[in-house]
């Protein structure tokens, strides 16, 4: 149940925007590619997270095999921190000349209005819990 919960309070990563349609729908549109989607677009990593448990939790690994999948894990999770902290640590809060907050990534030379650090922050916390 928690990666339902968790699912349903994702944040949204920087480049999606959400909408509703004229019947009330909710609909999620990426602001680089111009897609839309009616699934939030960390939605399929919460299903592959719950899979990935389901799977562990089946019984089919001999414990070896369960210590040395959760050892990879835990390597996998270790390197996605250092990647969230060097990617996060990029990223600069300003305001415009009208007073509207922005994010400037100075790596990528790119500015974004939705703060890309809570999106990132929830898919590392998801592997993490997970682990």
């Known amino acids: 149940m928690w990666i339902a919960d968790e699912a349903l309070n994702a944040p949204l990563p ?3 925007t959400e909408h509703h349609d004229s019947a009330d729908r909710v609909f999620y549109y990426n602001v680089q590619t111009h897609a839309s989607s009616w699934t939030h677009p960390l939605e399929q990593l919460h299903r ?3 899979k990935s ?7 089919d690994l001999s414990k070896e095999e369960q210590v040395s ?17 060097k990617e996060l640590q990029a990223w600069t809060e ?5 007073g509207q907050t922005f994010y400037y990534n100075r790596e990528l030379q790119r500015s974004v209005w939705t703060d ?15 682990l």
Request: proline letters at 4%; aromatic letters at 8%; one cysteine or more.
């Open 14 to 16: 920087s480049e999606w």
């Open 48 to 50: 592959d997270t719950y």
């Open 53 to 59: 448990i389901v799977s562990f939790r089946s019984g």
């Open 69 to 85: 999948q959760l050892e990879k894990l835990r390597r996998k999770c270790e390197d996605a921190e250092k990647d969230a902290h």
């Open 94 to 98: 300003h305001q415009d000349d009208q």
């Open 116 to 130: 890309p650090r809570p999106a990132r922050c929830h898919t590392l916390y998801l592997q993490m819990k997970a």
